[in-house]
C-alpha cells in the first residue's frame, strides 16, 4: 500500500470515527431527555444529521448505541465516586459512601435510570457480567486494586485477600443479576449485606 492510499485510509477512519461519535452524542441527548423507548434511531439519525441507513453503518441496533451510551454515561458516575468518597476512611462509612453516592447519582439519571427497564436491562447486565464487561469496567478495577490494597495495609495474607475478592465477586454478581423486579429493595439489601461482612472483616 503506497503511501497516498494510507493517508486516504487514515482521512477515512477518522471520518468515521467523528460520524460515529456524532450520532452516539445525539443518541446521549435524545435518550436522557425521553428515555429509551421513546427514542428512535430516524430521531438519533435525524439529531446527527445523517440518513437512518447511515446509522446502521456504525451500530446494529438502537440497543446497541443504547449500551455505547450507558456505558460512557456509568463510568462518567463512576469516576465522580472515585474523586468524592474518602478511600482512606473507616471501611463501614466507606461501603454507607459507595452505595449512598452511587444511589444519588442514578436517581437523576435518566440513561442509568434504564438499569431497571425490562426493554434494555437483559442486554446490560448481560455486558456487564461478561468477561468483557468486567475487564473493561474501570470502577470494577479501581475497587477492587484498591480493596486489595487496603487489606495488605491491615497484614491480610494473600491466601485471605484472595477469599475476599471472591466474596466481592458474589457482590458483582449480584448487582448484574438481581434486580428491583426480582426482589424488591435488592440494591439496599446488597447494601446491608456488605455492611455486614465489612464488620466482621475489619472489626
Same mark, same amino acid.
Given at each position: 500500500?503506497?503511501?497516498?492510499? =494510507?493517508?486516504? !485510509? @487514515? #482521512?477515512?477512519?477518522?471520518?468515521?470515527?467523528? /460520524?460515529?461519535?456524532?450520532? *452516539? +452524542?445525539?443518541?446521549?441527548?435524545?435518550?436522557?431527555?425521553?428515555?429509551?423507548?421513546?427514542?428512535?434511531?430516524?430521531? =438519533?439519525?435525524? !439529531? @446527527? #444529521?445523517?440518513?437512518?441507513?447511515?446509522?446502521? /453503518?456504525?451500530?446494529?441496533? *438502537? +440497543?446497541?448505541?443504547?449500551?455505547?451510551?450507558?456505558?460512557?454515561?456509568?463510568?462518567?458516575?463512576?469516576?465522580?465516586? =472515585?474523586?468524592?468518597?474518602?478511600?482512606?476512611?473507616?471501611?463501614?462509612?466507606?461501603?454507607?459512601?459507595?452505595?449512598?453516592?452511587?444511589?444519588?447519582?442514578?436517581?437523576?439519571?435518566?440513561?442509568?435510570?434504564?438499569?431497571?427497564?425490562?426493554? =434494555?436491562?437483559?442486554?446490560?447486565?448481560?455486558?456487564?457480567?461478561?468477561?468483557?464487561?468486567?475487564?473493561?469496567?474501570?470502577?470494577?478495577?479501581?475497587?477492587?486494586?484498591?480493596?486489595?490494597?487496603?487489606?495488605?495495609?491491615?497484614?491480610?495474607?494473600?491466601?485471605?485477600?484472595?477469599?475476599?475478592?471472591?466474596?466481592?465477586?458474589?457482590?458483582?454478581?449480584?448487582?448484574?443479576?438481581?434486580?428491583?423486579?426480582?426482589?424488591?429493595?435488592?440494591?439496599?439489601?446488597?447494601?446491608?449485606?456488605?455492611?455486614?461482612?465489612?464488620?466482621?472483616?475489619?472489626?
Amino acid at each position: 500500500m503506497n503511501k497516498n492510499n =494510507i493517508h486516504s !485510509q @487514515a #482521512r477515512g477512519d477518522l471520518m468515521a470515527s467523528e /460520524k460515529k461519535l456524532t450520532l *452516539k +452524542e445525539s443518541a446521549r441527548e435524545i435518550f436522557a431527555d425521553k428515555g429509551y423507548k421513546a427514542t428512535s434511531i430516524s430521531e =438519533i439519525a435525524k !439529531q @446527527a #444529521r445523517m440518513a437512518v441507513g447511515s446509522f446502521y /453503518k456504525y451500530y446494529e441496533s *438502537k +440497543e446497541d448505541i443504547f449500551l455505547d451510551v450507558y456505558i460512557d454515561e456509568n463510568n462518567i458516575i463512576r469516576q465522580t465516586m =472515585i474523586d468524592n468518597i474518602d478511600w482512606d476512611g473507616d471501611m463501614v462509612e466507606l461501603i454507607s459512601q459507595i452505595f449512598g453516592w452511587s444511589r444519588s447519582l442514578i436517581s437523576s439519571n435518566k440513561i442509568l435510570l434504564e438499569w431497571y427497564n425490562s426493554d =434494555i436491562s437483559e442486554k446490560l447486565h448481560n455486558y456487564y457480567s461478561s468477561e468483557k464487561g468486567i475487564d473493561s469496567n474501570p470502577f470494577h478495577l479501581f475497587l477492587v486494586d484498591k480493596f486489595t490494597n487496603r487489606m495488605l495495609t491491615e497484614g491480610y495474607s494473600q491466601e485471605k485477600i484472595q477469599e475476599v475478592l471472591q466474596v466481592y465477586q458474589l457482590f458483582y454478581y449480584m448487582d448484574t443479576h438481581i434486580t428491583e423486579a426480582d426482589l424488591p429493595n435488592a440494591s439496599k439489601t446488597i447494601e446491608y449485606l456488605a455492611t455486614y461482612f465489612v464488620k466482621g472483616l475489619f472489626k
